[in-house]
């Protein structure tokens, strides 16, 4: 008699994406369909299988994210579509997600926010990282426990509760807050002492005069293959969302014999979380001590202008809207003739200094030296008026 094996491995869950737009949607230069496709790519970065996407429009939020309608059409969708989880567009407030939740009853529910945080701490490779992804998790959680402990609540009765009538769930909940933020505090010490030991380095960079290029720009438009392809880093690179977490810096020879750090940080990413802005803070000062940001664009992705507007939102709001920058339209390999490039330069607009590369090829990097150089001596930019092919 044949013998019957079992897989032991991860079973792949089944994710259905859905995305809401609430009363006047505001300007933005993404449409729900682009933003709901990006949400399958992070779960599939996350290690779903996405099974279908479902959208709706909404005069007001709702308590349930999502309208009556809406949820028994996606429960009229289990059958068909069998899927483990309901991956919501925005950051669910907690009510939200337990309404939710318990209209769906048997299907995992959770938010842009919580999917991001999952993909970083798969990605997270060093101590820091590591400790910066679980510190925005503890943060995320920490409102949301209220309902986790719900099966163990006893019913009270009448107006006055009496004795033995504090059910252990509520106990657990205290419990756990009170575990959580005793670790959040242990990590803020950890990171600070991570942000003054780089503070440490920055001011050793300061006195030596060597000035520190930022390489900044939305996940996965190639600013480690750039960080490869112009200082032989060897960093390990890979066509998905958010494959580089933690910080890189390598030092940069000029022609000229001058010498600039270029550093990698982690991507961003629309409607990316506060909690893990502030996480990731000790990382993102190696941006603010830039003395000139490489903004890299994709700009054979169809929402490049989407994603470089992003970029620049996120660094208006890290007071870094005024540093100079050089933006760099990578990628250009894989737009096959000079009309398609020129279409996705006018959609992404024009800016003073701009170079047009391939990390891959190596098409470009000449102009970037050249810009580097002018940004190192002082001299006036190269590129300035003209587009660098």
């Not at 991860?10 to 993404?30: D, I, M, Q």
């Not at 945080?117 to 798969?122: G, Q």
Request: with cysteine; net charge positive.
């Amino acid at each position: 008699m044949a013998k019957r094996t079992q897989s032991t491995g991860p079973t792949v869950e089944r994710v259905l994406c859905v995305g809401v737009v609430a009363g006047r949607r505001h300007k933005s230069l993404w449409s729900l369909n682009d933003s709901l496709e990006e949400l399958a790519e992070l779960a599939r970065s996350s290690g779903g299988r996405v099974v279908g996407t479902v959208s709706q429009r909404l005069k007001a939020p709702t308590q349930t994210y999502l309208g009556k309608g809406k949820i028994d059409e996606i429960k009229a969708l289990q059958d068909a579509k069998k899927f483990d989880v309901l991956i919501c567009d925005d950051e669910l407030a907690p009510s939200q997600q337990r309404n939710l939740e318990a209209a769906l009853e048997d299907v995992k529910v959770m938010d842009r926010t919580a999917l991001i945080l999952d993909v970083f701490a798969r990605r997270a490779q060093t101590r820091e990282g590591r400790l910066q992804v679980e510190l925005a998790q503890h943060e995320y959680l920490l409102p949301r426990l209220a309902g986790q402990w719900t099966h163990l609540e006893r019913q009270r009765g009448g107006v006055r509760s009496g004795i033995g009538t504090v059910g252990p769930g509520e106990t657990q909940i205290e419990t756990d807050r009170r575990l959580i933020r005793n670790r959040v505090l242990k990590i803020k010490k950890e990171l600070e002492a991570v942000r003054r030991q780089r503070g440490q380095h920055r001011t050793r960079r300061d006195q030596q005069g060597v000035p520190v290029v930022g390489l900044v720009g939305y996940t996965n438009t190639g600013k480690s293959t750039l960080l490869n392809a112009m200082t032989k880093a060897g960093v390990a690179t890979e066509d998905r969302l958010f494959s580089t977490l933690d910080p890189i810096t390598r030092r940069l020879r000029l022609p000229s014999g001058h010498e600039m750090l270029l550093t990698d940080t982690v991507g961003f990413i629309q409607k990316l979380p506060p909690l893990v802005v502030n996480a990731f803070r000790a990382t993102l000062e190696e941006i603010e001590s830039a003395t000139v940001l490489l903004h890299v664009v994709d700009m054979s992705h169809q929402n490049a202008s989407a994603q470089a507007q992003t970029v620049e939102d996120i660094l208006d709001e890290m007071h870094l809207g005024d540093r100079p920058r050089i933006l760099v339209l990578n990628k250009v390999d894989l737009l096959e003739s000079k009309a398609m490039q020129t279409e996705a330069m006018m959609n992404i607009g024009s800016h003073p200094r701009t170079v047009i590369t391939s990390a891959l090829t190596g098409q470009g990097l000449d102009q970037i030296t050249a810009e580097l150089e002018a940004a190192a001596t002082g001299e006036p930019s190269p590129t300035a008026g003209a587009v660098a092919g």
